[in-house]
Each structure stands twice: as C-alpha cells, then as structure tokens.
C-alpha cells in the first residue's frame, strides 16, 4: 500500500503556525524539515570533498580483490575508510593504508595519503620516509616469502622503478600543491598589504591637505580678527570706531566661516560629484591681501594674470599669506618687504620683515609652526624649494620658488 506524505493545510501555514506554535498542538511533524545537506553549502563542499577520495579508493579495492570476502578485501576497505583523516592526521591514513597495499594491492588509497601527507607536513623528512614505505610496500610480494623467487632481472627493475616512481610522484605532487598554495596566500598578503599601505599613504596625503588648508583658512583671517580686537582693548574709540572695527570683525568672521563651509562640503562629498573648494586666490589678489593686513608692507609683484599654473600662483600667495601671519603674531609693528618675481617659468617668492618696533605687545597668539610646515611640503609637492630663517637684524626671511606645474 503506497504511503501519502500528509501536505500542510494553508491554515496551518504562515508565522502565525511557527514550530513552536504547532509542537504544542502536536502538529510539527507537519511542517517539512530543513534538508542536512544544501547543493553549495559548505557542508556539502565537505562531504564532497571527504567522499569522492574514500569512493575512489573502495571502488579500486573492490576491483582488485573482488567482492567475495577475504582479507584482502576487509584490509582494502578499512584503508580507504581511514581516509577521512588525511586532513587533519594524514600520518593514520597512511600507515593504515600501507598494509592494504602490501596485502590487499590497493594503490589509490596509500598514495592519496602519501600526497596529503606531503600537502600538510613541512617536514621533508617524513615525506621522505613515508614515501619509502609506500615503494616498499608496492614493490614486495604478499607474501614476503616470494623475494627468494625474485630474480635480478628485467622485469623486477621495472617493478622497482614502477613502484619508485609512483611514489616519489605523488610526493612530488603534495610538495608541489603545498607551495602553490603557500605562494598564493604570500601573495595575497602581499597584495593586502599594498593596498593597506596605499590606504595609509592616502589618508597621510589627505591630512596633510586638509591641515594646510585648515590652517590657510582659519590662521590668517584669525589673526586679522585678533588684531582688530586688540585695537579696541589698548584704545579709547569713540562709536564710530567701534562700529568701523565691529564691521570689519563681522567680515573676517564671515568670510572665515563661508572658507569652512566650502571645505567640510568637500570632505562631505564621499561618492558623489564635489562642490569644489570656493574660489582659489591667485597672484592678483595680493594687493588686497596687503591692504587688509595692518601693516605697512612694500609690495613688488606682476601686476596682470601671467602665464603661471594655479598651483604655483595659489603656492606663491599662501606663502605671503603665511609670512604676514607670522609677522602680525610675532613682529607687530615690523616693516615687510615682498617681492614675487616670474623665474624660468615658476615663481620666486621673497619675503623679509624687519624686527618688531616695539610700540605694539605682541598678540600672544599660539603657534606650533604648522604654517611653515605647510609651506615646504607645497613647494615639495610642486618641486620646489623653500627656506625660511631669521636674519642678523632680528627679522625674518622666507624664500621659496615654485616651478609652474599643473598638478597639486
């Protein structure tokens, strides 16, 4: 009588019928259960992979010994069953395995562990010694007492060599398997520490940018608001004045906070299409760099847009940014001499200021001396060159040239 596998009712179907829900209503057996092994799965990768070895070795002791019982045959399947270790203790399947061959012919299943023994040891040593012991066991006769008929002749060397050459082979294969796949893990450690370290060395490349940029924006207009600010402590202005100064503070801050604006919106954009930095100062944008900075400074620099790149005009005008920065936090009151001369195509850029007057208390703002910093690793990335230091006098000196290049 055929048996009908119950189907589920629809009622019963649905998170409302849960296991749990239909085991209490003595129902669970209705719900079909998950299959032990899925086509792909890794467990049936496993199997596979434990399977077919062990096959091919049953199949090769049945074809030797045939299928009436015999030792032959017990000793050739109990070989093949040990190797399902030839992962983990591929030694067990061997010396399992050697017996089989010597008593039952088996060949498949000694030289399948001689390989993973190969595979998984480093020692060549032991490959050396086990692969002895499989030539010697297909090389012998069962039993041993058949050596006194063997003669030194023609067909016993080809024997030797058969049996030599079967097992160095499958030595030879397991060393080979082994460092192919020892060159290939190096390999991917390689390539995974290359692109860890490009990771790194373009992080470092962006903190590096983004301190530069940071410091361009916020330094420079700081200090000018500082400076406006001082004016007013040490002084006794009227309201005009106080307004006129208020206005001025109120300016730098806006345009201090719409430079940090336009610079975090770049640093926002991860994936997308970038705003872009707001508008980059070029060289004819120093004349009002001058103007606003508070001091008296004596400006020589090309008048008109040349044919320079923007990365060296932008270079050339943070380094006068940078010096009348430093010159306002630490000389206030000196006298600064720029000059910014075309030279083979780049830009030479001198700046010297002399030692403060003493009619004005320095601002007492901090520095850590990032700008300079700053300021060679731009003319580093242009391919220039830069020096800054003090003179005899007491005042400063920056120098830095800047080729005309395209990238930056």
Same mark, same amino acid.
């Given at each position: 009588?055929?048996?009908?596998?119950?189907?589920?009712?629809?009622?019963?179907?649905? !998170? +409302?019928?849960?296991?749990?829900?239909?085991?209490?209503?003595?129902?669970?057996?209705?719900?079909?259960?998950?299959?032990?092994? +899925?086509?792909?799965?890794?467990?049936?990768?496993?199997?596979?992979?434990?399977?077919?070895? &062990?096959?091919?070795?049953? &199949?090769?002791?049945?074809?030797?010994?045939?299928?009436?019982?015999?030792?032959?045959?017990?000793?050739?399947?109990?070989?093949?069953?040990?190797?399902?270790?030839?992962? +983990?203790?591929?030694?067990?399947?061997?010396?399992?395995?050697?017996?089989?061959?010597?008593?039952?012919?088996? =060949?498949? @299943?000694? *030289?399948?562990?001689?390989?993973?023994?190969?595979?998984?040891?480093?020692? &060549?040593?032991?490959?050396?010694?086990?692969?002895?012991?499989? @030539? $010697?066991?297909?090389? $012998?006769?069962?039993?041993?007492?058949?050596? +006194?008929?063997?003669?030194?002749?023609?067909?016993?060397?080809?024997?030797?060599?058969?049996?030599?050459?079967? @097992?160095?082979?499958?030595?030879?294969?397991?060393?080979?398997?082994?460092?192919?796949?020892?060159?290939?893990?190096?390999?991917?450690?390689?390539?995974?520490?290359?692109? /860890? *370290?490009? =990771?790194?060395?373009?992080?470092?490349?962006?903190?590096?940018?983004?301190?530069?940029?940071?410091?361009?924006?916020?330094?420079?207009?700081?200090?000018?608001?500082? $400076?406006?600010?001082?004016?007013?402590?040490?002084?006794?202005?009227?309201?005009?004045?106080?307004?006129?100064?208020?206005?001025?503070?109120?300016?730098?801050?806006?345009?201090?906070?719409?430079?940090?604006?336009?610079?975090?919106?770049?640093?926002?954009?991860?994936?997308?299409?970038?705003?872009?930095?707001?508008?980059?100062?070029?060289?004819?944008?120093?004349?009002?760099?001058?103007?606003?900075?508070?001091?008296?400074?004596?400006?020589?620099?090309?008048?008109?847009?040349?044919?320079?790149?923007?990365?060296?005009? /932008?270079?050339?005008?943070?380094? &006068?940014?940078? =010096?009348?920065?430093?010159?306002?936090?630490? @000389? !206030?009151?000196?006298?600064?001499?720029?000059?910014?001369?075309?030279?083979?195509?780049?830009?030479?850029?001198?700046?010297?200021?002399?030692?403060?007057?003493?009619?004005?208390?320095?601002?007492?703002?901090?520095?850590?001396?990032?700008?300079?910093?700053?300021?060679?690793?731009? =003319?580093?990335?242009?391919?220039?060159?830069?020096?800054?230091? !003090?003179? !005899?006098?007491?005042?400063?000196?920056?120098?830095?040239?800047?080729?005309?290049?395209?990238?930056?």
């Amino acid at each position: 009588m055929k048996r009908l596998r119950p189907r589920i009712p629809a009622r019963l179907s649905g !998170p +409302r019928f849960s296991r749990p829900r239909l085991s209490r209503l003595g129902l669970s057996r209705l719900r079909p259960s998950r299959p032990l092994l +899925r086509p792909g799965s890794r467990r049936a990768r496993a199997v596979g992979r434990a399977a077919v070895p &062990v096959g091919i070795a049953v &199949v090769d002791g049945l074809l030797v010994n045939g299928f009436g019982p015999g030792p032959g045959l017990w000793v050739a399947l109990v070989a093949a069953g040990a190797l399902v270790l030839r992962r +983990r203790c591929p030694e067990v399947p061997l010396l399992v395995g050697l017996p089989g061959m010597y008593v039952g012919q088996l =060949a498949f @299943a000694p *030289l399948i562990a001689l390989y993973c023994l190969a595979d998984r040891r480093r020692s &060549v040593a032991v490959g050396a010694v086990g692969a002895a012991a499989v @030539a $010697l066991a297909q090389f $012998l006769p069962y039993p041993v007492t058949g050596l +006194r008929e063997l003669a030194l002749d023609r067909e016993t060397l080809i024997m030797a060599m058969d049996s030599c050459v079967l @097992a160095v082979g499958a030595l030879v294969l397991g060393r080979t398997a082994r460092v192919r796949r020892e060159r290939q893990r190096e390999l991917a450690e390689g390539r995974e520490r290359e692109h /860890r *370290l490009l =990771a790194e060395k373009t992080l470092s490349t962006e903190r590096a940018w983004l301190a530069r940029e940071m410091h361009d924006v916020v330094a420079h207009q700081v200090s000018l608001i500082s $400076l406006q600010a001082g004016a007013l402590q040490v002084g006794e202005p009227d309201a005009a004045t106080v307004r006129s100064t208020a206005g001025v503070v109120r300016e730098l801050s806006v345009k201090t906070l719409t430079e940090l604006q336009h610079m975090v919106g770049v640093l926002r954009a991860a994936g997308v299409a970038a705003p872009g930095l707001a508008p980059q100062p070029r060289l004819t944008d120093l004349p009002a760099l001058v103007r606003d900075c508070g001091l008296r400074v004596t400006l020589d620099a090309p008048d008109g847009p040349g044919h320079w790149s923007q990365a060296a005009e /932008r270079a050339a005008y943070r380094t &006068v940014q940078e =010096a009348l920065t430093n010159v306002r936090k630490h @000389a !206030p009151g000196a006298e600064v001499d720029i000059r910014v001369q075309p030279l083979d195509g780049g830009l030479r850029v001198d700046v010297c200021n002399t030692a403060a007057d003493g009619s004005t208390a320095p601002l007492g703002l901090p520095g850590g001396g990032h700008g300079l910093i700053g300021l060679r690793e731009r =003319a580093h990335l242009l391919d220039g060159t830069f020096d800054a230091g !003090p003179e !005899p006098d007491g005042g400063f000196r920056i120098q830095a040239v800047f080729p005309s290049r395209q990238t930056f």
